[in-house]
């Protein structure tokens, strides 16, 4: 079993930062991929930033450009770094990781950002930013 717990969330100003974090305890592969998402309220759950465990990334167009995804697997954690912030970002966030090596979305570049290729969630820390 795999627990995830989030933490940076606040609330923030447009034009400002805020830096998640996620800790996974428990046994997790280093060969994990991890991601965020976030949900706000009306709205269905999408995929923020995916990072896989070779480090590679992925982001939604809406995010390029502003928010950085890391991971540090020495210390189980993992990051998003959120720039230039705008109110459209308003979202509880969502740490996720993907413990299941087999690969269930072949050829499908956008399958990181999927909901569905994960397993383990964490229960989410709240981004407000004003205007």
């Known amino acids: 079993q795999v627990q995830l717990q989030e933490s940076g969330g606040g609330s923030v100003q447009a034009g400002g930062s805020l830096r998640l974090s996620c800790v996974a305890s428990g046994y997790m592969t280093t060969r994990a991929s991890m991601a965020w998402f976030r949900q706000a309220p009306g709205k269905e759950r999408e995929g923020v930033a995916a990072?896989?465990?070779?480090?590679?990334?992925n982001y939604a167009d809406s995010v390029k450009g502003r928010f950085t995804i890391s991971r540090d697997k020495a210390q189980n954690t993992l990051y998003l770094q959120m720039n230039n912030l705008k109110p459209e970002d308003t979202a509880m966030y969502y740490c996720?990781?993907?413990?299941?090596?087999?690969?269930?979305?072949?050829?499908?570049?956008?399958?990181?950002?999927?909901?569905?290729?994960?397993?383990?969630w964490g229960q989410g820390t709240q981004v407000t930013v004003s205007s």
């Open positions: 996720a990781a993907n413990t299941i090596l087999v690969d269930r979305f072949p050829g499908d570049p956008a399958a990181s950002l999927y909901i569905a290729k994960y397993n383990y």
């Open positions: 990072i896989d465990s070779d480090s590679g990334t």
